[in-house]
């Protein structure tokens, strides 16, 4: 969607390095919500972030909402084979004042070499 | 919980048959969702439903697509005809409507393939 931009659009890192994945909105967001898929599978639920920006963490990952930029960061420290994957952002209620309907970003390909 | 069911898992048809794909969505969730990932146009959604009425189906790409929730646990996704350009994944998920938005848990996914 044009609506939400990611980048990179594909990562290569070595296994125990830090690294970030940013999801940019055109309009406003009400929500974001960070997915991760791997291939073939359907998309697993990483964490959300809400309006009035926020920044949460979950075992190595931590993701932050930037209000202001429009923009969400996904932090992977000290990077293992486990993360590799597809991640995905989702904004919910773009360009609105509550939630509505939440429009995916393109993902970016994370590869982690051992 | 035994999470969102997609039935089946992968399909492969041939051009002008119709096709239909079904979801389980996790118990008490009252929202359900459609969606469509391809490589050229990623993840969009197609339609959903909020306690079983469409609420959004501005994502169907055509009037050969077709979505019912006839009841709260289940679901059916229609092509009738199917095109080869209709090969894709669907996904289905559902969430909890709430205050803090919705969360989504999606399915595995049923991958189609149209010849």
């Known amino acids: 969607s044009q609506e939400l931009e990611q980048s990179p659009q594909s990562l290569i890192v070595q296994e125990g390095k830090n690294l970030t994945i940013n999801c940019t909105s055109s309009?406003?967001?009400?929500?974001l919500y960070w997915y991760k898929q791997k291939y073939g599978e359907g998309l697993i639920f990483l964490m959300m972030?809400?309006?009035?920006?926020e920044e949460k963490s979950h075992e190595k990952i931590t993701a932050k909402l930037d209000e202001k930029k429009q923009q969400s960061s996904l932090h992977i420290t000290a990077s293992q084979p486990s993360h590799a994957g597809i991640y995905l952002c989702?904004?919910?209620?773009?360009?609105?004042?509550?939630?509505?309907?939440?429009?995916f970003g393109p993902g970016t390909s994370l590869s982690v070499i051992p | 919980d035994a999470g969102v069911i997609q039935s089946p898992r992968h399909e492969v048809t041939e051009m002008g048959q119709e096709v239909t794909l079904r979801c389980k969505p996790i118990?008490?969730?009252?929202?359900l969702f459609w969606y469509r990932q391809t490589m050229m146009r990623g993840l969009e959604l197609l339609i959903y439903?909020?306690?079983?009425?469409?609420?959004?189906d501005s994502g169907m790409p055509e009037d050969r697509f077709s979505a019912k929730m006839p009841n709260a646990s289940f679901s059916t996704l229609k092509i009738q005809p199917s095109e080869p350009r209709d090969s894709a994944v669907y996904f289905c998920?559902?969430?909890?409507?709430?205050?803090?938005?919705?969360?989504?848990?999606f399915g595995p996914g049923t991958r189609l393939t149209v010849l």
């Open positions: 998920a559902s969430s909890s409507t709430g205050l803090a938005g919705m969360t989504q848990y």
């Open positions: 309009k406003t967001l009400y929500g």
């Open positions: 972030l809400q309006k009035g920006g």
């Open positions: 989702g904004a919910d209620g773009i360009g609105k004042t509550s939630y509505d309907k939440v429009i």
């Open positions: 118990s008490g969730h009252n929202s």
């Open positions: 439903f909020n306690n079983n009425v469409p609420i959004d």
